[in-house]
């Protein structure tokens, strides 16, 4: 089937879709003839439908090419029961510098899975400071062949959508994004609105966690024990936010964090009851289907304790370690004397505390 045929139905721009082939190894970079004249299988209309978000916001380029490929790790849907970041992207940028007259060169867009929406290079009209070139390995003679920011401006805005814009400084974000437009002579109230309902990640952290040296990501995520790629660009800014983000969720919904609006707590009672209670039989349902606690927890925004409160509640099967369960009932025998806190206390150090409320009921 002529890829003319398909598009027919699709009507993707033909610069846009010929740079998508090329960076997804579909066609070869040096092919001079039309792309309208490639014949693939009837089933590549599916691999198009599939991808028609990333075709229309792929970068329009001066000169095609293969572009360095991210692949956005494997992540299970997460319910920000505490921090309540629905509907949201999450957006870094790269700049030619730090002061107010700089350019983006670089831009990224990722969905609250890591899945990359929008990712380009600009060429800008600013020279990169070396300053700059340190941090993030872009070079100026890097960007020669890249877009001008205005000429990609609607991708991003459709890349973004009406969702609301999370980054890690974001103000920064905001207040280069506004100078590059400014530039290109586009509207300043576009970008006023596409950053209207902004979130900062820094700020998020700064109202949980107290004890942090500082709140750059890098610190940031060093104490939740989250790799650095160490690839200070754009894309891998995102995924570091991201990561932060459900770590800090994970660790606020398992450490008492129960925000009162959301579900009213999981034995909790008034409007959202019934709510909750299809929850619960969801849970129970997917335990009973294989799937851990952890992952539970995860998906539907409940504490991992409260999982196995229900787990204990229902007399469902308890999947433990043998060699934890073991270690935990020598521990109750060797401490039968002390108080159950205690008693949690010594058996944290064997075992996560959802484990010892299935073996120990405490």
């Not at 439908?49 to 990333?54: D, I, S, Y």
């Not at 107010?100 to 400071?129: F, N, T, W």
């Not at 983000?245 to 008034?270: D, K």
């Not at 409260?306 to 787990?311: E, Y």
Request: hydrophobic share 35%; aromatic share 10%.
């Amino acid at each position: 089937m002529l890829l003319k045929e398909m598009n027919g139905y699709y009507r993707f721009n033909k610069e846009r879709l010929k740079q998508w082939l090329i960076e997804n190894q579909y066609m070869e970079q040096d092919y001079d003839g039309d792309i309208y004249d490639l014949v693939f299988d009837s089933s590549f209309m599916d691999v198009l439908e599939e991808n028609k978000a990333m075709i229309r916001t792929t970068p329009i380029r001066k000169k095609y090419q293969n572009r360095d490929q991210y692949e956005a790790p494997f992540m299970i849907p997460m319910t920000y029961s505490n921090l309540h970041l629905e509907n949201c992207v999450i957006l870094d940028t790269e700049t030619t510098g730090l002061y107010r007259d700089d350019e983006v060169i670089e831009l990224s867009v990722i969905d609250m899975l890591g899945r990359e929406l929008y990712h380009s290079l600009y060429c800008p009209q600013k020279k990169i400071a070396l300053s700059a070139s340190r941090v993030n390995g872009i070079t100026n003679p890097m960007l020669k062949d890249e877009p001008l920011f205005k000429d990609e401006w609607e991708a991003i805005k459709e890349a973004v959508g009406h969702r609301r814009i999370i980054g890690h400084n974001i103000e920064f974000d905001y207040r280069i994004t506004l100078s590059t437009a400014k530039r290109y002579h586009i509207p300043e109230s576009e970008v006023m609105m596409l950053f209207r309902d902004r979130i900062d990640s820094r700020l998020i952290a700064k109202k949980y966690i107290k004890n942090a040296e500082n709140y750059k990501l890098s610190t940031l995520c060093t104490m939740f024990g989250i790799t650095d790629p160490q690839k200070h660009r754009a894309t891998y800014d995102c995924l570091m936010t991201l990561q932060f983000l459900r770590a800090l969720e994970t660790y606020l919904l398992n450490n008492g964090y129960h925000n009162p609006s959301r579900y009213n707590h999981l034995y909790g009672q008034g409007e959202d009851e019934r709510k909750m209670q299809d929850i619960k039989k969801a849970i129970i349902y997917g335990y009973k289907a294989g799937k851990s606690i952890e992952d539970l927890s995860i998906f539907y925004g409940i504490s991992r304790l409260d999982i196995a409160k229900l787990i204990k509640e229902n007399h469902l099967d308890i999947r433990v370690d043998p060699e934890v369960r073991q270690k935990l009932e020598i521990l109750q025998q060797a401490y039968s004397d002390q108080s159950d806190s205690l008693l949690i206390e010594f058996c944290l150090k064997y075992a996560s505390r959802e484990d010892i409320y299935l073996v120990l009921g405490k």
